[in-house]
């Protein structure tokens, strides 16, 4: 009887701590997104054959309630220096502007490039932006398991789109350690196939500790074999940008 | 050969229970055997355009080209939204690497003052989206004519698919998938669609080919046996033939290609003929009234020679073309040859161990009785003893003949040469070389710096040089892609003035789509590219002409501004089969002759009988090559064949040589030989012909017009074997073998 009710008492504590999957979720997304954030990032394409190509860019990128504003500069390989390319979203509008150096000219530039390729690496657009956090809303997320790593709880939460949500991936699977809630691996889905899989290393807290951000990511695309490494780097959080940032003038000053 | 007819009649049953634990063995394997008739079956695996086209393929990720047509009004809302369904499912099939339609296609222009990129299907489809597409495939360079026919009737379905996939499954999926997406008529061409049609046809083929055979040659053993047994011993024995030699496929991972239909049958007709003489011989005794062990006995020991030869002749006739550098050729020559020793030890000893355990038949009819054709072997046999030097002559003025017209053959390779005229295969190919300019493609590897605007420049005029041949439908690089770009940036075609120009529309085009839209015409580094020519499908002259003119004209134009310029692709192998195959020509049947000499020199203790042995194989064999060039026939994987196969199945001669040799040391005259050896002989000559060249036939019933070719020329070889056999040879022997050792032939073997 008495081992009965200690059974019990275990099951109902487990049952208490366990997080659902919409829990987990939630707790993720309650980390704060930084208002602005500038610093270096290198880029590391690799091939299939381990050929390495580096491309290094500035980011500066600004956000308020109503308005969203990035800013990329390229600084090497040397051919593509001083590249820029601007994106503000605004009430669910989105302003892109291209400037390539050797036409000396800034285009503005339409259509979606939410799913395309961010700087022809492995991450689009849609990777990037959901960084800093996915809808979680659009999303139904259901626990798989949980694992144990490094004497850490690790859940294992499945999120596939709600009908109607338009999505790059029919689903994703995200391995978020119970310490810090800053998922460590995604894997992406695209007709129920393995697509994508994203790992978050070296996360690093700023702004004394109020935000927890990784700095290295590595993008690898399984189908075939390519990948980006992402490091973050001299990453300044929640300084102040000036708003001249985000202009032609300042696209084209080298 | 006395050991092998002991051991039959002292363990008769040990001997059937071995043969059926080794055919158990072998035929495990059978269930490892698999087809493959693809481009890169057909080329060694070192061969240097075959090393380029893997580097290719894992740079560019890109695969066999094959397209689908898809017919009816396409410019419609309805249509549209079919061709992204069907493009969408193609997708999704195992195999199939990269799908290029309008669906997947990208529009970047200039509207309004915005550099416009996005995909060229908007998600909703009405009339005025439709037109508005419209216009814009038909101005581009890039689509029109290439994904979208001009007169508007079709659409294009460009399919990449991995070459090591099985080809009959992707192939069935892919049409499953646009027949269910797409409502019109789909016309599929592209060397994957002919593998996959060569793989139906095979499996479609081979059974009812082996039956056919089966058929006649069971017909032929029983009007020469008139039993039941005479029919089924010989079958069984090459029965047991054919499981070995396809099972050791099997467990050596070979992969049969279209050629390998051809094996059943040879085995089948060679095999077959090795049992037929030990019968006859066994029946002979048996008639003669001499008991069934005895019987047994003698006919496996006296005719035990002949077959030994003859055995040993096929093998090595066929183990020649194990010189060949064509692997499906290769691993085809080893099971054949395999298969003849299976055949040879079945017929010698499965076959006396069995008779020795069957009851005597009931009626025993001489096979060597007097009848019409003995009476005809008589009267040819007594003409040749007249006739000697002017039955030489006419061989050597045939001979003569046949050589001038040996340098008319050419080779061809082309899949589409596989199929009739009237073969759908062809019809499909037909209309997309017509409709979207070509289902084959050559490609052109480009290494150097692709920033340099200068490189791009001379790609550019290399591909418009190109365009201006009738079998080139269109050309596509990354050239092309960086021009469509810098006119949507600028308002007008044309490339960037500087590397750095070139390096940054290269990134904004990275940036605006997806990266493997780049990946297919340059690898990420800007250091090799990858131009594509489509080309018709063209019989093997007609495209080493035109791959030796795109060769040329990259040379010229590419070659001073990069560090190499190289063609391959598989219209590039299939050219360098066709070298190989006239090469490996000289090399095997040299070889083949070379053995087939030596194995009859040595068995029978003499070097002018050895030579004399192969005349008759000489002879055919010219006159093979003779008609192929007098008639146009071409050299093809099949007919290649034939050479080798012609001594393989055309060496039962031996069993003429043989006779006249024992006629020789018994002590009579050399007339009185010959005579003996074609009354004697002739009629097995003669079924065995009827055997071989009947099974041949069934090969008529083939869907690939090689084979067919391959069937009517072996109809001629085994005629002209058997002609040669009855008169050439016995001349030549009357003519230049007078004596002989004193050695009993027979005993000695």
């Keep these: ?254 | 050969m006395h050991i092998l007819s002991q051991l039959a009649i002292r363990h008769p049953w040990r001997v059937i229970l071995l043969f059926a634990a080794l055919s158990a063995a072998f035929g495990a394997g059978l269930r490892g055997l698999e087809l493959d008739n693809s481009p890169e079956s057909l080329v060694p695996p070192d061969l240097p355009a075959k090393l380029l086209l893997d580097r290719a393929r894992d740079t560019f990720g890109g695969g066999d080209m094959e397209l689908a047509a898809l017919e009816g009004e396409i410019w419609t809302p309805a249509a549209l939204e079919q061709l992204r369904a069907a493009t969408e499912a193609v997708s999704g099939i195992e195999g199939v690497k990269r799908v290029t339609s309008l669906a997947s296609a990208k529009r970047m222009e200039e509207e309004d003052g915005f550099l416009l990129v996005e995909d060229l299907l908007p998600e909703n489809l009405d009339e005025e989206a439709v037109a508005t597409i419209r216009a814009y495939v038909d101005n581009h360079p890039l689509y029109s004519g290439r994904l979208a026919s001009s007169d508007g009737r079709y659409a294009a379905v460009i399919m990449e698919v991995d070459p090591e996939s099985d080809m009959k499954r992707l192939n069935h999926e892919i049409a499953a998938a646009l027949a269910e997406t797409w409502s019109g008529p789909v016309h599929l061409a592209g060397t994957p669609a002919l593998s996959g049609y060569i793989l139906d046809t095979m499996a479609r083929d081979i059974p009812r080919q082996l039956l056919l055979a089966i058929l006649i040659i069971g017909l032929v053993f029983f009007v020469n046996f008139r039993s039941q047994r005479g029919v089924l011993l010989p079958l069984l024995t090459v029965l047991v033939a054919l499981v070995w030699a396809l099972g050791l496929g099997g467990w050596l991972g070979f992969k049969l290609g279209m050629i390998s239909s051809i094996l059943p049958v040879v085995v089948l007709a060679v095999g077959s003929s090795f049992t037929l003489h030990v019968l006859n011989r066994f029946y002979h005794e048996l008639a003669a009234g001499v008991s069934r062990r005895e019987a047994v006995l003698l006919a496996t020991r006296e005719t035990g020679l002949g077959v030994l030869v003859s055995a040993l002749a096929a093998g090595a006739g066929l183990a020649a073309l194990f010189s060949s550098s064509i692997p499906q050729i290769k691993s085809f020559g080893l099971l054949a040859a395999f298969g003849v020793f299976a055949a040879f030890l079945a017929s010698s000893l499965l076959a006396p161990s069995i008779l020795v355990l069957l009851k005597n038949p009931r009626r025993v009819m001489d096979p060597e009785r007097p009848d019409a054709i003995s009476r005809a072997m008589r009267a040819i046999g007594s003409w040749l003893l007249g006739a000697r030097k002017m039955v030489l002559l006419a061989a050597l003025l045939f001979l003569g003949l046949m050589l001038v017209f040996v340098p008319r053959i050419h080779a061809e390779t082309s899949f589409l040469s596989y199929f009739p005229e009237t073969a759908p295969p062809r019809a499909a190919t037909e209309l997309v070389d017509r409709v979207f300019g070509g289902s084959d493609n050559v490609i052109l590897i480009v290494d150097g710096d692709l920033k340099d605007p200068e490189l791009l420049e001379a790609i550019h005029r290399f591909e418009q040089k190109v365009a201006t041949y009738p079998e080139v439908g269109s050309a596509a690089s990354i050239a092309d892609v960086i021009r469509e770009l810098h006119k949507a940036l600028t308002g007008s075609y044309g490339l960037p003035d500087s590397r750095e120009g070139v390096a940054q529309e290269l990134l904004l085009y990275q940036m605006s789509g997806d990266p493997d839209d780049l990946a297919q015409f340059m690898d990420e580094a800007a250091t090799t590219a990858q131009v594509t020519v489509q080309v018709r499908s063209l019989p093997s002259g007609a495209m080493r002409d035109l791959v030796e003119r795109i060769q040329s004209d990259a040379e010229k134009i590419i070659g001073p501004r990069a560090n190499a310029v190289n063609t391959t692709g598989s219209t590039v192998l299939m050219l360098e089969t066709m070298r190989l195959i006239l090469h490996d020509q000289y090399v095997s049947l040299g070889l083949a002759f070379i053995l087939v000499a030596l194995f009859n020199a040595w068995l029978l203790r003499s070097w002018t009988v050895g030579l004399v042995s192969i005349i008759p194989l000489v002879l055919t064999v010219s006159g093979q090559f003779g008609l192929m060039g007098m008639f146009g026939v071409p050299l093809d994987t099949a007919t290649a064949l034939i050479g080798a196969i012609a001594i393989g199945v055309g060496d039962y001669s031996v069993h003429i040589i043989v006779r006249y040799l024992e006629e020789l040391r018994r002590g009579r005259s050399t007339a009185e030989a010959a005579r003996e050896s074609v009354y004697v002989s002739g009629r097995a000559v003669f079924f065995t012909a009827l055997a071989i060249g009947g099974g041949f036939m069934a090969l008529l019933l083939s869907g690939f017009a090689p084979i067919q070719t391959f069937a009517k020329l072996m109809g001629f070889t085994v005629s002209a074997t058997a002609l040669f056999a009855l008169t050439a040879l016995p001349a030549a022997l009357l003519v230049f073998v007078h004596k002989y050792g004193k050695q009993e032939v027979i005993q000695d073997a």
Excluded: C
């Excluded at chain 1, 700095?215 to 929640?238: A, F, P, R, S």
């Design chain 1, 1 to 254: 009887m008495r081992k009965l009710f200690t059974v019990l008492l275990l099951v109902s504590a487990s049952l208490a701590l366990a997080l659902s999957g919409e829990e987990v979720m939630q707790k993720v997304d309650a980390h704060p997104s930084p208002a602005s954030m500038q610093g270096t990032m290198v880029m590391q394409l690799i091939g299939k054959q381990g050929k390495v190509l580096t491309r290094e860019i500035r980011v500066w990128s600004k956000r308020t309630a109503t308005e969203e504003k990035m800013l990329i500069k390229f600084v090497a390989p040397a051919d593509v220096k001083g590249t820029a390319f601007l994106t503000i979203r605004k009430g669910g509008k989105e302003e892109m502007k291209l400037y390539l150096p050797a036409l000396k000219r800034v285009r503005r530039i339409a259509g979606s490039q939410k799913k395309g390729s961010f700087m022809g690496s492995d991450f689009s657009y849609d990777d990037i932006s959901n960084l800093s956090g996915m809808e979680i809303e659009d999303y139904n997320h259901k626990l798989l398991r949980t694992e144990n790593k490094d004497g850490v709880e690790v859940y294992v939460v499945e999120s596939t789109p709600k009908p109607g949500v338009d999505s790059s991936y029919s689903k994703q699977i995200a391995w978020v350690p119970a310490d810090t809630f800053v998922p460590t691996r995604i894997e992406f889905y695209k007709k129920d196939k393995l697509y994508k899989v994203l790992t978050n290393s070296a996360v690093k807290p700023f702004a004394d500790g109020k935000y927890l951000i990784p700095t290295l990511l590595q993008m690898e695309n399984v189908t075939n074999g390519h990948k980006t490494v992402l490091e973050q780097k001299d990453l300044q959080i929640d300084v102040a940008i000036d708003d001249a940032v985000f202009t032609e003038r300042f696209m084209k000053k080298r």
